[in-house]
């Protein structure tokens, strides 16, 4: 018992010092794709918060941490910008759309939830997730780099770039170091990296850029804010008519899209690094309640974070803890700590999201990528440049297709046919390989109906037929037969398969030969029709 509670309370104790780590680290995240996605940047870290603290307490997995993301923000500006384009300036109409599209947005990621979409990301191949791992690495890595800009958006130069460069190789060595030194467990190496610079440019008056200096150069007033605000104004400003779903209805498909693929996969990283299993179905229902909640209460919309989310894990963050501590601390920097937040220097987050950018990149597949096959290997990189170059839920889309097309054309090739006489005269055919869409071309190339014998049987004993394409070539090649005035029977089909045949004519309960050890597997089709119209036919 006394074992038991002291590792409660030393995981506690992780979650709370790693929840206060990422609180840091969402600050300038929230406020740079608030300013992205062309909104205020309260509205981002309004969304941060409430996102981040209803997926940590209802998601489908512990230590997760969720907010608001760039690849929705990229989504987002052309939806504000048409909104706002449809009233005065004054009216801000772009904004009451965004809280609308976030609205449906959930919706449709509860509904997802509710009809168990979430198992689908197990589909995904691990191709896909490794360049998947790399092309976030390489977004959130550019992402830093727009850190390095001044008020006029010109990089640094100068001092002024290599004062940068300095604190954030400091941050970098710093959490490199103390893990190999073992100084210290009691703090996440992040947060001692951010204390250390932060207290190195406030006492040594060091003129860089801070998150104060960031969101006021990006327009805003700074981080001092209240509680989020239930935004009656949607009702009133946004009409609630087939024009607006039409406007806002694609906007919010895509964004729940890239928000549960975003989340999925960030959830199976989190799976693996922790190596153990979260509910994906829950969390889609978490994500699409949160940003329900969040468009009510004036917030952007979000889904898991990974950058956040490997901070926390690599932190000790393992528990629903550490997420409720980083939402509720952001909170707490919202209401009574920005004038101290607005101090952090940028350079110490930007050194914790390299660090991340390190910790997140597949290192290995540049190692592997000769000794995997070919396609794998086309599927990694296309993957990776896909997320860089357009978004990631069409990056993994794109992976999946092409892997799905590369399964088929490799199953395609597999199908083969033994061919033999027996005593009789009648001719074998021992078909192996899968039968589906795919292989029946060269399916049908091993037969010559003309010039076989009289009697020719087809054993299906090492064959899988899988669908429904399968089934009509089957159908095809008895006819083929027939109309030669030959006999064909067909053996060791599945009880699925011979349903489908009996139900096309009568007349294959002559071609197929009933067996013992005929196998048992279902075509992509409806298993209790098949046995409904199995015992229909058998009758």
Not at 23 to 33: K, R, S
Not at 389 to 399: S, T
Request: with cysteine.
């Amino acid at each position: 018992m006394t074992e038991f509670i002291r590792k409660r309370a030393k995981n506690a104790k992780n979650d709370i010092l790693s929840g206060a780590t990422v609180a840091l680290a969402l600050v300038p995240e929230a406020v740079a794709f608030a300013f992205v996605a062309g909104v205020d940047p309260l509205v981002g870290l309004y969304a941060a918060f409430m996102i981040g603290l209803i997926t940590s307490v209802f998601g489908g997995r512990p230590g997760m941490i969720s907010g608001a993301t760039g690849a929705l923000a990229v989504v987002m500006v052309s939806l504000v910008a048409e909104g706002n384009a449809m009233g005065a300036p004054e009216d801000n109409l772009g904004l009451y759309y965004l809280f609308a599209t976030v609205i449906l947005m959930g919706l449709i990621q509860i509904l997802a939830g509710v009809f168990k979409l979430g198992k689908f990301v197990r589909l995904i191949p691990h191709p896909v997730m490794m360049g998947f791992v790399n092309g976030l690495a390489i977004v959130i890595f550019l992402a830093q780099l727009k850190m390095f800009r001044g008020a006029d958006g010109a990089y640094f130069t100068g001092s002024e770039l290599w004062t940068m460069l300095g604190l954030v190789a400091l941050t970098m060595g710093i959490m490199f170091v103390l893990p190999q030194i073992k100084l210290t467990k009691k703090l996440p190496e992040a947060l001692i990296g951010i204390l250390v610079v932060s207290a190195i440019v406030i006492f040594g008056k060091l003129d860089v850029a801070t998150v104060g200096s960031f969101i006021r150069d990006g327009g805003g007033e700074g981080l001092k804010g209240g509680l989020p605000q239930f935004q009656t104004d949607i009702f009133s400003k946004v009409p609630f008519n087939w024009h607006t779903i039409k406007f806002i209805g694609p906007y919010a498909v895509i964004l729940a899209a890239i928000g549960l693929i975003e989340s999925l996969m960030t959830l199976n990283l989190v799976d693996e690094l922790t190596e153990t299993r979260g509910n994906a179905n829950k969390e889609c229902m978490a994500q699409g309640g949160a940003n329900i909640i969040t468009g009510l209460f004036g917030g952007m919309g979000g889904c898991a974070m990974i950058g956040q989310s490997i901070i926390n894990i690599k932190g000790g963050g393992r528990g629903r803890l550490s997420g409720i501590v980083a939402a509720v601390l952001l909170l707490v920097f919202i209401l009574f700590a920005s004038v101290y937040i607005e101090q952090i220097p940028i350079a110490a987050l930007v050194g914790v999201m390299f660090m991340v950018v390190v910790g997140t990149f597949a290192w290995s597949s540049f190692r592997i990528l000769r000794k995997i096959p070919l396609t794998d290997a086309v599927v990694l990189i296309a993957v990776s440049l896909i997320t860089v170059w357009k978004d990631l839920a069409v990056a993994v889309i794109a992976g999946v297709i092409i892997s799905a097309l590369v399964f088929s054309w490799e199953n395609a090739k597999r199908i083969r046919a033994r061919k033999r006489m027996k005593e009789d005269g009648t001719k074998i055919y021992e078909i192996w390989g899968p039968l589906f869409f795919g292989s029946i071309k060269a399916f049908n190339e091993k037969f010559d109906a003309k010039n076989d014998p009289k009697n020719v049987e087809v054993d299906f004993v090492e064959s899988r037929v899988s669908d429904h394409s399968a089934i009509e070539a089957i159908y095809n090649l008895v006819h083929k037969y027939e109309a030669e005035g030959k006999s064909i029977k067909l053996k060791h089909l599945s009880e699925d398969c011979k349903v489908l045949l009996y139900k096309s004519s009568p007349k294959f309960r002559e071609v197929i030969v009933e067996d013992i050890d005929d196998p048992r597997y279902h075509l992509a089709e409806n298993p209790e029709a098949f046995t409904k119209g199995l015992s229909e036919y058998k009758l």
